[in-house]
């Protein structure tokens, strides 16, 4: 069964190194997300990525965040300077399409920890 | 805009005790309503869901009733088994649009069940 795949499943990084967290989504897919969840609090969208483009994204994709779709397999999510905030479990997503029917696929996560 | 409500957990029960989860739900429009589930080390897998008013949906058994009248989407099983234990995620979602399928969440609930 396809499945969408993350790495690494955990990182540690210095405040103010750059982290790319890197994601494949289901091949045939189309739309393509980036969710976090702070410890113990709520699962938060980011960022949804379609055509080639970002088509939505939250408060908290500021200028540091960046996401890539180089190679038409990978989904990458860059931080560009991180903070200690920062420290989460990131989520990719994908999916076929938006309407009703349509599920999306979550990946098993990576847990980014800053200090 | 959107919001997620779930009850407040953990959630400890004795294996094939019944259990609910309330979700409550804030939301423009007419949204799809999901429960997901994450399993210790795993990512997040849709358990059920329902796409219009008075949709029960079901898997696994558990089950959930999508009623508009009180903005609410509980999570429901009659017997519990210690498999179950993992953490309950509410969602929902705004079909096509400019929505591009975003998924908000409620904070998550997590089901310890003993044998």
């Known amino acids: 069964e396809p499945e969408v795949t993350q790495t690494p499943s955990h990182q540690v990084t210095q405040m103010g190194q750059e982290v790319i967290l890197r994601c494949v989504p289901i091949s045939n897919h189309l739309y393509f997300y980036w969710y976090r969840q702070i410890l113990g609090q709520k699962v938060e969208f980011l960022v949804s990525?379609?055509?080639?483009?970002?088509?939505?994204k939250s408060e908290i994709f500021d200028d540091q965040f960046s996401v890539e779709r180089p190679d038409g397999s990978n989904f990458t999510l860059k931080i560009r300077s991180t903070k200690l905030e920062d420290s989460a479990m990131y989520f990719c997503?994908?999916?076929?399409?938006?309407?009703?029917?349509?599920?999306?696929?979550f990946g098993p996560g990576t847990r980014l920890t800053v200090l | 805009g959107n919001s997620v409500t779930q009850m407040e957990g953990p959630v400890t029960l004795s294996e094939e005790a019944f259990l609910t989860i309330n979700c409550t739900y804030t939301a423009t429009g007419y949204p799809s309503l999901f429960w997901y589930v994450q399993y210790p080390g795993e990512g997040l897998q849709l358990l059920l869901k329902a796409t219009k008013a008075d949709d029960k949906g079901s898997n696994k058994g558990f089950e959930a009733t999508y009623r508009k009248e009180t903005t609410s989407f509980h999570l429901e099983k009659g017997s519990v088994q210690v498999s179950d234990s993992a953490v309950y995620f509410c969602a929902l979602r705004n079909a096509g649009g400019t929505s591009y399928g975003k998924l908000t969440f409620g904070q998550g609930t997590i089901l310890t069940v003993h044998p």
């Open positions: 997503a994908s999916t076929a399409g938006t309407g009703k029917v349509n599920e999306q696929f």
């Open positions: 990525f379609y055509n080639n483009e970002i088509s939505e």
